[in-house]
């Protein structure tokens, strides 16, 4: 019986130094979980405040780009008026020059949007094809006007006189060309005062009225003693 007791004593005490044992080891990794835990929370709080920290440069360098962008668009907007006003200064110069030296080369001259246009009379009836060659010979060309401004000078160099111009049709029921075979047959026809089948060069009539001033007559024909030239 006395050796039974010690038995059960004895395995008591082993069981109870098992459950110890397993118990002090079940606390250490229990302490060794919260230290991980309380690291990875430690962690996380560190990349948080980073990536706020971040965001914030990132904001900051966003501000500033924008800020630069305006301060450029600014002085791209002063720079283009500035530009822009130094061009029209430059061109009106252009212009002036331009006039003057239209008005110095012949006393019944007119400038209009960059061209100069003036009248030549001569002793003789010419030809369209004489008006041409005329023309040339004064380094200029029989008057193709495109612009209002242009047709308005052409229409007040005609007020005295029928000159030959530079529009003229490659055949009866050919589109009117200028001087340089361009297809002009919208502008011309709406400006002649009728369409005669089969006469093909133009002249300003100064008995018409604007806008539709222009007559045609064959291009061989010697009734006409001036044109307009262009330059």
């Known amino acids: 019986l006395i050796v039974t007791i010690c038995v059960v004593v004895v395995v008591g005490v082993m069981l109870l130094a098992l459950i110890l044992i397993g118990w002090m080891s079940h606390d250490k990794d229990m302490k060794s979980l919260k230290e991980t835990i309380q690291n990875l929370k430690e962690e996380n709080r560190q990349l948080k405040d980073e990536i706020i920290e971040n965001a914030e440069g ?13 301060q450029l668009d600014a002085v791209i ?8 006003s130094s061009i029209n200064s430059l061109t009106k110069a252009v212009e002036k020059t331009l006039y003057r030296v239209c008005i110095m080369k012949n006393d019944s001259a007119l400038y209009a949007t960059g061209v100069c246009y003036f009248v030549v009379n001569l002793s003789r009836y010419i030809t369209w094809y004489d008006a041409r060659d005329e023309c040339e010979a004064r380094n200029a060309t029989l008057a193709s006007p495109y612009t209002e401004y242009q047709w308005r000078a052409v229409f007040d160099l005609s007020r005295t006189g ?4 530079g529009f003229r049709q490659g ?17 011309v026809t709406e400006r002649l005062l009728e369409d005669d089948s089969g006469q093909d060069c133009a002249f300003a009539s100064s008995g018409w009225s604007w806008p539709a001033f222009l007559r ?11 044109f307009i030239c262009q330059q």
């Not at 045609?216 to 001036?226: A, F, P, R």
């Open 58 to 70: 990132i904001r900051a360098i966003e501000a500033k780009i924008d800020m630069e962008f305006q």
């Open 216 to 226: 045609d007559v064959d291009c061989g024909s010697l009734w006409w003693s001036s």
């Open 162 to 165: 029928e000159p030959w111009i």
């Open 77 to 84: 907007r002063v720079k283009t008026e500035q530009l822009e």
């Open 171 to 187: 055949g009866d029921g050919q589109p009117w060309e200028d001087m340089t075979g361009n297809d002009v047959d919208e502008m």
